[in-house]
Structure formats: C-alpha cells, structure tokens
C-alpha cells in the first residue's frame, strides 16, 4: 500500500508536467496524460502513432467534474448510477466553454468520456485537477495491454513510467454509447448490453458492425496480434497456435486454454495475453475454436474478427 502510494505520487508529479504515463484500469491499461493539455494530448498520438482523427476518451472521477465539460441527461443518469464507475464510456455533447484540448477531441464537438473502477487510478484521479485522456496503451492497431508488462513490450523506455496495477480484471475494453439521443451502441465491451438494456428499457441502436468503419477510430484493422488469425476452427493446420475456449483433457504445447470451464468472463480476460504469448512464442498463424456469440462472447468474436482482417 505505501508502495502504492509513492508510485501515485511519481505520477501524478509526471502527469502535471504535461507528460503522459500508463495507468491502470479495470478494462485495459491507458496511456494517459492530462486532458486539458494539447502538449500532452499531442505525446500520446505520437506514442501510439495514432491517426489524428481518431479522438481520445477522457477519464473522470466522477459526474460532477464531468458536468464542467459536457451536458448530460437522463439516460446518462441512470446508467451513471447503476455502472460507475466501471467498463462503459459514453459519447456527450461537448460544453463550449469546456477546457478539454481541441487536440484529444479532434475539433469534433462531442466526448468520450468513462470513469474507471481501478483503485490505484481513481485515487491518482483524486489528486489531480484535470481528467486525464487515455486511449489503450498499446501501438495503435495493435492488441490491447491488460499488464504493466504489456506496455513495456510495446513502448520500452519511450513512456517515462508505467503504474503498477496488477492485470487488468476485465480484460476487454469498455463499450461505448452514444447517448446523446436515441442510444447507439458504438464499441461492444467489457459491460454487456444486454445490462445497458434493463437500465434503459428502450430500443438501443447496435452499430457495431465489424466490417464498417462506424466511429472515428474504428477501422476494421485493429487489436492485431501481427499475424493472421482464422476463426471458427476445428481442425487446425501444421504449426498454428490453437485458441480453445476452455481446457481439454488433452494438452498440446500448441494448445491455448482462455478458460477453465468455458466461463466468458475469464476468456475475456485471458484473450489478450494469450494473443501476445502466442506472438511471443513466434508461431506465424493462429486458429481459434468456435466461441459462444452470447454475453462478453459476443465482444471477444467482435475483437477476433477486427483482428483477423490481418
Ligand atoms: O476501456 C477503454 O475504453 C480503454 C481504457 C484505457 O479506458 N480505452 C480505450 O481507448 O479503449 P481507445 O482509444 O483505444 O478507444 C477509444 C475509442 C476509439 O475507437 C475512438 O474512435 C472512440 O473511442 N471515440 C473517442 N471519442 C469519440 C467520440 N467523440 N465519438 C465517437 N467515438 C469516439
Ligand atoms: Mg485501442
């Protein structure tokens, strides 16, 4: 916990420098930097080699600094209430005279916004007086981080500090909605929709086509492991890896388990890290088993797919 507390500290100095660090989070790691800055905002494109149109999601405490930002309403109410903080991030319209840089928005006049659930960054949000920007802190394309590890793998010394969060217990980023009327589904996550569904009870919009660019940064290339991916596999071909849902009586050190049971949960939490061993441990193609399309299912065949667009 002290240790905690010093690497908050050191972070919170770089982050008020205007430099950017990666934090934890319950879905994957951000690459954050403070929000009212387009110093700041400008470093993490250039980290990431980000396109500058993709527009960066904006990490709070809570509604009330939120409401200096952005105009809310009644939908954003009740999901706020029920699953904040937590893996959701909502599409607002921007207020005027916000502080947000005109870069991490890309002059656009909406925001993304979420609150994180990971202790260690609510209490870094706590000491800081911005919200801090932060898109997945991972080279842009390319498969997420849910450890520290992971950052380092894709950024080495570029990033001046990483702060120590444990693995990511989601696994998967948020799922993103646009609530600003009817509700529009625009990234499926880490919460299911059929949860946003209950809270709403009215129709809500999926755009989440795979294959249709539906949102700025969502172009069908993305989450890649860097090597092609085939889906819905039973029978896999010499040398690839082999994703299975849940483990087998038999093991093959080409075999990889995402769970123990089949449970969805601890799949999702385990995809991402497998993509990147299974890259690590040079194999130049992966097969992947048929995965249920129901609950966070439906979120890890929706990364697969991007990822297979190799
Ligand atoms: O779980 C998450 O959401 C993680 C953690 C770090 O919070 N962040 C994350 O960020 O996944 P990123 O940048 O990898 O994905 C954010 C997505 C991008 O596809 C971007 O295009 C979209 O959010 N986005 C950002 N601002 C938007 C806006 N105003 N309207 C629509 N989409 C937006
Ligand atoms: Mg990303």
Redesign the pocket.
Known sequence: MKNNLSNIKKAEKILNMSDCIA?P????????GNAYSDRACKKIYKL?K?PKN??????YLDSQILKKDCIINNDFIKLYKKFCPG?I?F??DLKKNSKISKIA??N?K???V?F?KHPITRSLLKRLNFPLA?????LSSKV?AVSSDHVKEDFGKKIRFVLEGGKSS?G?????I?IRNKPKI??L??LEISSIQRVLNKKIIINNNPLKIF????FKL?YSPGIPIRLNVKKIKKDEAYILIKKMKISKPNYYFLSQNGNLREAAKNLYSTLRKIKKNNYKSIAVCKIPNKGLGKTINDRLIRASKF
């Not at 989070?25 to 954050?32: D, I, K, M, S, W």
């Not at 993709?54 to 990490?59: F, Q, R, V, W």
């Open positions: 934090i989070t319950e879905t994957v790691y951000g690459l954050a990431k980000r993709n527009p960066l999601i904006i990490h893996p991030t599409v607002l928005t890309n656009k909406t925001l993304a979420r994180p932060a898109p997945s802190a991972n997420s989601i998967l980023e948020s799922t993103i646009d625009l990234r996550g880490g949102s700025p940064g969502q993305h």
